[in-house]
């Protein structure tokens, strides 16, 4: 989840250590055994047109001040937005995975994300929300950091359903998994971190690891922790942010492009309802986000459902429904990269 400004930091210490016990258990390992890089159906989903409604209308400012506070809400108040730490600010970010080198560039390049080489020469970050290993190490995750127009902890632990799955292991998963189909379409896709740091990184240094990974866009993975009678996914874009180190400016435009086709096509992908309990036909946008307010590429976060909400979390616990969720993102980024000269935002 990315805690919202107006959902009270209660209960963090406790929910700390409950994730604690949890991610003491297997780290990561469930998904990887329906883990494979074909791509089933991508036309299909890419295709269907949403079932609901049109764009919503959303302020073009975070709206801190309308959210109701979510009562049940277990992440910690601040949110996916990371910071860094002294020591962790060198971190490198995890190789980017090459492109397979049989495809062939295609010279006029469709917008259907089955084909091979439609993304060659293109490069996308994935950023899968907080850390499997976040939950033992709070002190450097609790750290402030700037972005921009406040302080916010570098990371959190992120929620996790009632049965202990975690958001960290649901977004690395479903991160893995949108890589494989990226890459299998011609993309360099490079992860914030895959399993391969003990902690974070913080929210800042996922915002700029896009810029440091010559990203054309960018997408930052959660499960949200949002009240238990809630359901469905949303998106956040990014509200505009000129203040302090923060400059955004450049990206809310295609950020909200690339936003409606996340909407879109991850609705199409899995069938996942929009949020009935926050935002407003499956958007929100928000100016609190580090990884939103110090990003300089495109970029959008994904609640991918609630957690806390039994129905979501069976299906979020569901291998092959994290690959339609994967598949769903893919399909989203693929949109947005082969179509922004035609579809320009206004
Ligand atoms: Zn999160």
Avoid at 103 to 126: I, K, Y
Avoid at 199 to 220: I, K, L, T, Y
Wanted: net charge negative.
């Amino acid at each position: 989840m990315t805690g919202t400004a107006p959902r009270p930091p209660r209960r963090s210490a406790l929910l700390r250590a409950t994730t604690a016990a949890a991610v003491a258990v297997p780290l990561c390992t469930a998904g990887w055994f329906g883990w494979r890089a074909l791509d089933h159906s991508g036309p299909a989903g890419a295709t269907a047109a949403p079932a609901a409604s049109a764009p919503a209308a959303s302020s073009p400012t975070a709206d801190p001040a309308s959210a109701p506070p979510a009562p049940t809400a277990t992440d910690q108040p601040g949110t996916a937005d990371p910071g860094a730490p002294a020591d962790g600010t060198a971190a490198p970010l995890t190789p980017p995975v090459a492109p397979p080198p049989s495809t062939t560039p295609a010279a006029e390049a469709p917008s259907a994300p089955a084909d091979a080489a439609v993304l060659t020469g293109r490069t996308v970050l994935l950023d899968p929300g907080h850390n499997p290993g976040n939950s033992a190490h709070t002190a450097e995750i609790n750290r402030q950091v700037d972005i921009g127009n406040a302080r916010k902890e570098c990371d959190t632990t992120g929620t996790e359903t009632n049965a202990g799955y975690t958001e960290a292991e649901y977004t690395l998963d479903v991160s893995r998994r949108a890589r494989a189909l990226l890459a299998a379409r011609g993309a360099t896709v490079v992860l914030v971190q895959d399993g391969d740091r003990p902690w974070g990184p913080c929210v800042d240094e996922r915002a700029r690891a896009g810029a440091d990974a010559h990203a054309d866009v960018a997408v930052s993975v959660h499960g949200d922790g949002g009240p238990a009678s809630g359901s469905g996914f949303h998106v956040i874009m990014p509200a505009r942010v000129v203040a302090g180190k923060a400059d955004n400016a450049a990206i809310v435009a295609p950020s909200r492009r690339l936003g409606l086709l996340l909407r879109d096509r991850f609705h199409a992908a899995t069938g996942e309802p929009y949020a009935d309990y926050i935002a407003k036909d499956g958007l929100d946008t928000r100016s609190d986000l580090g990884g939103l307010n110090l990003s300089t590429v495109p970029k959008v976060f994904i609640e991918c459902g609630n957690m806390r909400n039994s129905t979501d979390a069976k299906r979020m616990t569901d291998p092959q429904w994290r690959q339609q969720a994967a598949r769903g993102i893919a399909d989203a980024l693929t949109a947005f990269l082969t179509t922004q000269e035609k579809t320009e935002e206004r």
